[in-house]
């Protein structure tokens, strides 16, 4: 027996169960709130239903979509089969010709999947290049000489050609090197600052450490340094330089930023406290060349009854380039098309636009978010709900959603549900950088969030390889982003 | 300020303080029960704190205990170091010279950790050996030949010298080999039942499918058949064969039983559809060896007030012999020693005594369960709770424990502690093997559980190695099993 009408008018229905309602608004009144907030469009018309029997009705229907979604998802695992085409266009940088592969490949695969209205969505974008050269040398006169795994950071200029040799300031922090000042001019400031391994969030660890990242280099050369080299962000001990965005402070002379492994950082400080004398020669040829033109890549589920009202997935498409951006974001990227595919694949038909975004350029300052924020704001177009993924293509823990209880009041409505879709918790947060300008338009915004433990061993790095997601673990989370945006593409959100 | 005194004599305190225990007794009575199972020992005497400030006051506690303890093995991951000194010895079949290693190197392990009466307590323990040749041959005349990925499953006597060969009868279920039984004899009973990916939980899907590889030989014996091939346990499509036990059921003569690969397992279904003539030709030289004396390796920390009580930490040290046994168990086992390491270290001294048990021969019918069992009985030692590791060394999500919603009242307690230390749920359940018969005795069992969805990847097959086994991962659960083990060496835990 099929219960469920989701494209039912709700309008009409009110009409025709004016009473019902009455009853309804005096139960909201008598601080039954959380019971009253679902769509009377699904039950049965003519029921002698209660208001529990009808709550638990409409629960008992959406579990039968979550089942048939997860079913149809494990059993197929296609997301992984997507993460695959994405990450084999190589990591791609934005304004890349990889970056420009993968907007054709995804276009294709939307296309491909029966998506409507499949875009490509014009945005100008920065395109900086490694170049070829790219090395450090450890030179001490007591100790001898050692190469070292470097990386240039994002944005970074090249060093003169034939590179730069310079003695090296450690410091731990920008206090440390304003009290160091004088011992600055001519030098390597060496952000020699570890993740903080004993926060459970990998992402908070990550937070703190990264403003020697991003603004290392300008704070170095307000001293009066050449260079700047930081310790690469992550827990574990190995010879990976994770890359990186980094901004140059326009008061302050441009110098070259590079990363650092953090088992050559460790070595660098051993030797620098046996030999304070010791050099770094340091050889980057990355550029800025001019701007590019790339493309947000978009496709859609066009809602049946209320078309102009949009639930966005999201993720982005451009990556770094020393791996395959497989966690960060194809992983999202996958899981999103995947959503959208399971939806159609599991036959339903949403009131609301269920659209899926694949960002470019979130990696060198979001421009393609801002961009579509822009069009989506000229063409008049209301999003209410926009999930955000890019933490990497983890297991699911949690949905981070909205700003208050509010906001999460209809989803608390299927928490079991979604706890047998294998969710812990629902809390307010989520979001991201692509997705964050659509707040000011009214979108609640969102994530699913997955298991942070292993992100930043593969984050930036040249770990960041298809082979370092489990088909599985990626799945679970394009079944949950179907369900949820399902869910919110029939339910009433805000109240 | 240090306000925790965990060992202050308990009944002490309630001679000081029997008013405010008339109080409390009163409202347990009330239905406030919740707030009054923890002890009040911790609670500086003389103060006119109310319920719930004592109550917020020893929670308070509690968490700075859980971050010491967090901090602490989160910096130094030592369970990654003890995995590896396991997994060193190989793989570690019940009673190999492998298994023997390990008990040595962990009773040393022990011993060096500076834990209180450690020992090795003698168990005999079945020896049943791989042999050296376990190979498997498709012939098909119309479609060629080609090698399988098998193997001999744990128990299976050898096939004749220089192996079998027979035709292959597929099957889905017992029932359907039942109904085919007149097509068996003399046939190898091919076993081709898949894990169901649409499980969230990868031990449901296990649990249904085992029953092939345990009583599937036993079942094709019955009909006549002269071997059996059962499909490997896993959600993946690889070429590892999965070995683990079979049991012969005396009733039916004894014929060789092997796992094949799960790519080969589909392989050879395609083939059978096309060519139902086609044969296979086994041969294994597995066999059982006289009984071997081996060892439950046990060192713990000795309460400092009820040294008889025991709170009991278990996972065991024998394994399959195709990886190194890593995920399963020696990540249990890592868990478990680095518990008590950070017990110690954190300072902590327990009222009860907190117990590591590396319990021998788990795979093979946990007779080293029901050794300890058995002489914790003769001894008269009084287990008051016991957990077992034993389910791979992923992510750990939640504690479950106990038989109903009493025995986890003190637990609940802490439970944002618990959620502080990455738990997201408390639930009954957990337990194991070697500490079923504890229960018997009155235990108390649980299981701080992990992940389970990549589990049955490296379950019993090559790929269960060190590498296989992420260092924060194991980490957490050891951090987890530490407070918890702490948590109940020093509340009152059954009311």
């Known amino acids: 027996m099929r219960l ?3 494209h039912i008018n709700q309008r009409k229905y009110y009409q025709r169960h004016f009473r019902s309602l009455l009853s309804l608004v005096f139960l909201l009144i008598c601080g039954f709130s959380k019971l009253a907030i679902f769509s009377f469009a699904s039950v049965p018309s003519g029921s002698s239903l209660g208001i529990q029997d009808k709550k638990e009705l409409i629960v008992s229907q959406y579990r039968d979509v979550a089942l048939k979604i997860k079913d149809l998802g494990l059993k197929e695992e296609r997301a992984y089969e997507f993460l695959k085409i994405i990450t084999s266009a190589g990591g791609r940088l934005t304004g890349s010709p990889q970056a420009a592969k993968a907007v054709e490949l995804t276009f294709s695969l939307m296309k491909e999947l029966g998506l409507d209205q499949v875009k490509k969505e014009p945005v100008e ?16 006169s007591k100790l001898g000489e050692k190469d070292l795994a470097i990386c240039a950071l994002g944005n970074s200029i090249a060093t003169p050609q034939g590179g730069l040799k310079a003695k090296v300031l450690e410091v731990q922090s920008f206090e440390a090197l304003e009290a160091l000042k004088e011992k600055a001019r001519g030098r390597i400031i060496f952000y020699n600052v570890a993740m903080d391994r004993t926060l459970l969030d990998s992402f908070a660890a990550y937070g703190r450490a990264a403003q020697f990242r991003v603004r290392g280099a300008s704070q170095a050369a307000r001293v009066g340094a050449v260079a700047s080299l930081t310790r690469s962000l992550t827990f574990r001990l190995d010879r990976q330089p994770h890359t990186g965005q980094m901004i140059y402070d326009e008061r302050y002379p441009q110098i070259p930023a ?7 950082a460790e070595l660098l400080s051993r030797w620098l406290q046996k030999d304070p004398d010791l050099e770094v020669e340091l050889e980057l040829s990355c550029q800025t060349l001019p701007p590019v033109i790339s493309a947000n890549v978009i496709g859609q589920i066009t809602g049946k009854e209320k078309p102009e009202e949009i639930i966005l997935l999201g993720a982005h498409l451009d990556s770094w380039d020393l791996g395959d951006g497989a966690h960060d974001d194809a992983a999202g990227c996958a899981a999103v098309i995947e959503a959208l595919r399971l939806i159609k694949a599991s036959g339903l038909r949403p009131k609301r636009t269920i659209r899926a975004v694949l960002f470019m350029d979130e990696e060198f ?3 393609g978010g801002r961009a579509y924020a822009s069009a989506a704001e000229r063409k008049q177009e209301k999003h209410l709900a926009a999930l955000e993924q890019d933490r990497g293509g983890f297991l699911p823990l949690g949905l981070a959603f909205g700003r208050n209880e509010k906001d999460l009041q209809a989803l608390r409505l299927v928490e079991n549900v979604l706890r047998e879709l294998g969710l812990h918790w629902i809390r307010n947060g989520g979001g991201g950088v ?7 338009q009214g979108a609640l915004l969102g994530s699913v969030i997955p298991d942070s433990q292993k992100y930043f061993d593969y984050h930036h790095c040249s770990l960041d390889v298809a082979a370092a997601v489990h088909p599985r673990e990626l799945e679970l989370q394009a079944i949950l982003l179907a369900f949820i945006a399902f869910f919110l593409g029939v339910e009433n959100i805000s109240l």
């Not at 692509?434 to 000011?440: T, V």
């Open 4 to 6: 469920i009408k989701y």
């Open 258 to 264: 590079a990363a650092i492994s953090s088992l050559d």
């Open 365 to 367: 300052g979001g421009t």
């Open 125 to 140: 974008v920065k395109r900086w290049v490694r170049g070829e050269r790219e090395k450090a040398r450890l030179i001490s």
């Open 434 to 440: 692509d997705i964050a300008p659509l707040a000011e």
